[in-house]
Nanobody
Framework: QVQLAESGPGLVKPSQTLSLTCTVSGGSITADTYFWGWIRQSPGKGLEWLGHVSYSGATYYSPSLESRTTISRDTSKNQFTLSVSSVTSEDTAVYYC???????????WGKGTQVTVSS
């Protein structure tokens, strides 16, 4: 039904910006009442929720990362993006984009993409 696919560079240099795109098919990112989010997984922190953008365009971020994180969307392309600025090695992780719903939870995930921060 719904498919999500992450894309973007797999290697980012320290202090630069990590940028990823999630392409959604089989469903509209403007459909009530879903949220489109980003989660990452690393050995040190496990699964970490980064933030999401709602069907209406409202955004919410993890307090620990909001100063460096931006989530935006392009409704014409049915895509949403993640930007994490000033990255360090601690931002190295597998990044997933997800669909979630306040009642149903995170029902669809992308396959994930490895992003390594290294010089």
């Amino acid at each position: 039904q719904v498919q999500l696919a992450e894309s973007g560079p797999g290697l980012v240099k320290p202090s630069q910006t990590l940028s990823l795109t999630c392409t959604v098919s089989g469903g509209s990112i403007t459909a009530d009442t879903y949220f489109w989010g980003w989660i990452r997984q690393s050995p040190g922190k496990g699964l970490e929720w980064l933030g999401h953008v709602s069907y209406s365009g409202a955004t919410y971020y993890s307090p620990s990362l909001e100063s460096r994180t931006t989530i935006s969307r392009d409704t014409s392309k049915n895509q949403f993006t993640l930007s994490v600025s000033s990255v360090t090695s601690e931002d190295t992780a597998v990044y997933y984009c997800t669909r979630d719903h306040p009642a149903g939870g995170m029902d669809y995930w992308g396959k994930g993409t490895q992003v390594t921060v290294s010089s």
